[in-house]
């Protein structure tokens, strides 16, 4: 009898794998956005231009001036899944002239670079970096994840960026719809400013702070800002208790949480009044589509 060892260490990958593995953000438009915005966040980007088409099938982009990639740290980013960012980049934001700010990255496993599957199938990425500027070409068939690359050239050493793009097949959206969105879900910070068809968008702003709360929990402090929203309640979905962490929103606004119901919200107090919870020391507490917490024992006590 001859013993024979074979090695079978060999992936495919199911028709369904890329839809299980990245959840919302290939289903929704909503996440998707907000990743590609958070990812040029985390990029250390001043700027971000997001160009939406009248029309289906026209071309959105997605363009920042942040650090950009080079050959291999793109193939390092987008070929390992569950990419671990704090791990392999840190937990601050590189700006690109080198200086290392307090700006918090919202990335953790790199599930937000396969946002662009929500749009399309068939995705481009140019990014320059160290003079030298590459375009791939990522596209996804019947579970399939191939990346090819297209170009390759060189540019000042000194320029940066990143610049995404696809032919928008799959859950259009409107100039209009996105400026509402990204602006209700980011804080406005002097340090990134993002434009949507060149139109910069502001923070859906809260007026009329009436106090602020401060709270002692078992694991630090939390900030909560108490707002009368009567005057722009009619034309925003501001009511609730809104969760705060690094600047971004998490989930929507709302009264209710879990089990828990704060008020009814067809009360005139319920229309009228917004609690926003700054609470950046949950920010490893936080699900990866940023969509609510993991119950933890920190978000429960904090929560409590």
């Known amino acids: 009898m001859v013993r024979v060892q074979k090695d079978l260490t060999s992936f495919t990958f199911g028709d369904n794998f890329l839809k299980d593995h990245a959840g919302r953000i290939i289903r929704d438009p909503d996440f998707a956005l907000q990743e590609i915005v958070a990812n040029s966040w985390d990029a250390g980007a001043t700027r971000i231009n997001i160009v939406i088409p009248k029309e289906i099938k026209g071309v959105i982009s997605f363009e920042d001036n942040g650090v950009g990639m080079t050959e291999s740290q793109f193939k390092e980013r987008w070929n390992t899944f569950n990419y671990n960012r704090s791990k392999i980049q840190g937990k601050i934001v590189m700006f690109p002239d080198g200086i290392i700010s307090n700006r918090k990255p919202y990335g953790r496993n790199g599930k937000g670079r396969h946002s662009m599957f929500c749009f399309a199938d068939n995705y481009f ?40 793009w696809a032919n928008l097949i799959k859950h259009f959206i409107s100039e209009k719809y996105v400026m509402e969105l990204i602006g209700s879900k980011f804080v406005a910070d002097p340090s990134f400013e993002i434009f949507v068809n060149n139109k ?105």
């Open 125 to 164: 990425v140019e990014t320059w970096r160290e003079g030298e500027k590459n375009v791939f070409n990522v596209k996804t068939s019947k579970g399939v994840f191939k990346i090819l690359l297209k170009d390759k050239s060189t540019v000042e050493p000194g320029l940066s960026g990143t610049k995404i």
């Open 200 to 304: 910069k968008v502001t923070s859906s702003i809260l007026e009329d702070l009436m106090k602020t709360l401060q709270v002692q929990s078992k694991y630090g402090n939390v900030e909560i800002d108490l707002y009368d929203t009567q005057s722009i309640s009619r034309t925003t979905q501001w009511s609730g208790i809104v969760w705060r962490v690094n600047k971004r929103m998490v989930g929507n606004p709302s009264w209710k949480m879990s089990k828990t119901s704060f008020l009814d919200g067809r009360k005139k107090e319920a229309r009228q009044y917004t609690f926003v919870v700054k609470a950046d020391l949950l920010e490893d507490d936080i699900k990866p589509d940023w969509n609510g917490f993991r119950k933890t024992k920190q978000f429960i006590s904090v929560f409590e």
